[in-house]
């Protein structure tokens, strides 16, 4: 049964490298375990294991490996156990802690890298008004058609070495941090006492720990001192956030092109892109998806992944009306399938399959290469569903979840924008494992290649005490719980997670699942028939949602039943 040759669709394990064990060495050592034997194909790598401070790992200083989490060796393992990469590549945006941000806070107008960011103010150049503030306040009729994720414009101001203020776009974080004062320094930069000092370092330390900024701290009888503090703490001024790369600019096209190529020496064989619809921004345009600056991008960056042999998965949400993923597919790109998770999640619901067979069909009618998923990092994806399922059915599926344990994510607290919903899909599915190896089962029958969120195979539950620890925005820790060998020892027992193996292994190895495979469907009300064919090998399954059941067995060329399970 097993393969010779890889196929390209063989499932793909999906985790930061800290989720099995501690490590990626930890987790190459799992998968060296003969347990996951000819289990997975691939490995989608989450970006903490590059050089990142933020987001857990979408905020790149640069892509050196993480010393901590990861080493070269580590990624020869991989490559030595026949398990290739996904590996991250963050188009729109890298950390003020890279080192050109860096350089541009020490050599202000004189650095090199002036140009790699966008500076907000030339980018709007007579098309706004100058604010007391400093930055341009840009015309309605130029931003009316932009989309802000924050509150407020999407801006940072930064400090140059000269003292004077200048706007970057900053599309995603940002926070500023301003260091604590010493008495001994305040003695020499502000001429003061000893004693002096002291009391003054203590009130503006306190007032710092409340979250005041400098312009409003309030210094009592030291009132005649307030603008040598104030230049004191911006001068010290830190950051912390990611931004925005102006395309525009040479130097970061040679850098998309350096990373690309690190990349392809970690291993990587697909390249997923994440925030490019965010990357091309012209004034009066939108700022996420525009057209053809979008496009035009892709093609640049893919005509740079060709040199290294990278396929490019490009990731965005949109409505299934939009048919943004068919555009893609059009063009030549991989695609998400972000409608698969809430699809099985609906059909099992409401017992019935229909919704499951045409989306089903149209991939295979229109050739939709995509890579498919039940839970992610980022949750169940609902947002894309629109215009898929009727809106009362979203809202049943967002309530039922919600009634599980998982949260609501909207945009900007707009109810009526389904964005995700964060949950372990076990829990999501009511952490019934009859439901969760039936989801198994419908994913992997699918057309596309199956990727498989470590936490789903090990029927992780929704984590309320991760989320309560991260504090604010910290609903998407419900779902990264990180497992100690321990932990995965033990739930390598359960019945669930043997048989999401089982099924998994047979994915990957059988003849009959190829990229051009005949897959055919048949389904009613609540039954659905899926079979794969290639070279007189055929996989089939026969499954009712109504009753959870489901019927999934190989054979071969003499008509021997190479595999079979039943539930």
């Known amino acids: 049964m097993k393969e010779q040759k890889k196929k390209g669709n063989e499932p793909m394990l999906n985790a930061y490298p800290d989720s099995m064990g501690g490590t990626l060495s930890d987790i190459v050592s799992l998968l060296k375990k003969p347990e996951f034997e000819d289990v997975f194909g691939s490995f989608y790598v989450l970006p903490s294991i590059f050089h990142t401070d933020l987001d857990r790992g979408f905020s790149v200083i640069d892509y050196g490996l993480n010393e901590l989490l990861a080493k070269k060796e580590d990624l020869d393992g991989l490559e030595q156990s026949g398990i290739d990469l996904k590996l991250d590549f963050i188009l729109n945006h890298s950390s003020v802690l890279s080192a050109q941000f860096q350089d541009i806070l020490k050599n202000g ?197 060709n040199q290294y042999g990278l396929t490019l998965l490009p990731e965005i949400h949109a409505g299934y009306g939009e048919k943004i993923y068919e555009l893609l597919a059009e063009k030549g790109y991989m695609t998400y399938d972000f409608f698969l998770p809430g699809l099985i999640i609906d059909a099992l619901e409401n017992g019935n399959s229909s919704r499951l067979k045409s989306w089903a069909e149209e991939l295979i009618a229109k050739k939709i290469q995509v890579v498919n998923m039940l839970g992610c990092h980022d949750g169940i994806p609902l947002l894309d569903l629109k215009g898929l399922l009727p809106e009362a ?107 999401q193996i089982d099924m998994l292994r047979f994915r990957n190895q059988y003849s009959a699942f190829a990229p051009d495979s005949d897959i055919t469907l048949t389904s009613h009300d609540s039954e659905i028939f899926i079979k794969w064919e290639k070279d007189n090998y055929c996989a089939i399954l026969n499954a009712d949602l109504s009753q959870m059941s489901f019927e999934m067995k190989g054979w071969g060329k003499s008509g021997s039943i190479d595999f079979f399970m039943k539930q």
């Open 109 to 305: 107008k004189e650095s090199k890298y002036k140009d790699f960011f966008i500076d907000w103010n030339q980018f709007w150049e007579g098309k706004g008004t100058l604010t007391a503030e400093g930055y341009i306040q840009p015309e309605e009729k130029y931003i009316r058609n932009m989309f802000f994720r924050k509150p407020g414009l999407p801006i940072l101001m930064v400090r140059m070495p000269d003292g004077s203020e200048i706007p970057y776009w900053n599309t995603f974080y940002q926070e500023i941090r301003y260091k604590r004062v010493e008495v001994q320094e305040l003695m020499q930069e502000l001429s003061v006492q000893y004693g002096v000092a002291k009391e003054l370092s203590y009130i503006i330390n306190q007032e710092l720990e409340q979250g005041n900024i400098p312009q409003k701290i309030a210094l009592q009888r030291y009132h005649s001192l307030r603008p040598r503090v104030i230049e004191l703490l911006e001068k010290k001024r830190e950051y912390l956030g990611q931004m925005d790369l102006n395309i525009k600019s040479p130097l970061v096209w040679d850098y998309y092109e350096s990373v690309l190529k690190k990349l392809s020496e970690y291993g990587a064989k697909i390249v997923r892109l994440d925030a490019f619809a965010y990357a091309p921004k012209e004034p009066g345009e939108k700022n996420f998806l525009n057209d053809p600056g979008t496009w035009d991008l892709l093609e640049k960056v893919r005509k740079l992944a």
């Open 393 to 499: 059915r979203i809202e049943a599926l967002i309530d039922t979840i919600v009634k599980r344990g998982g949260y609501v994510k909207n945009l900007h607290g707009q109810k009526n924008i389904y964005y995700q919903v964060n949950a372990t899909y076990y829990s999501a599915l009511g952490e019934d494992d009859r439901k969760m190896l039936l989801a198994r089962a419908l994913q992997i029958f699918m057309p596309g290649k199956p990727q498989v969120w470590y936490l789903d195979l090990f029927a992780g539950k929704n984590d309320h005490k991760a989320v309560e620890l991260a504090g604010a925005g910290g609903h998407k820790e419900i779902n990264r719980t990180n497992l100690t060998t321990n932990e995965i020892d033990a739930r390598l027992g359960l019945p669930l997670v043997q048989k």
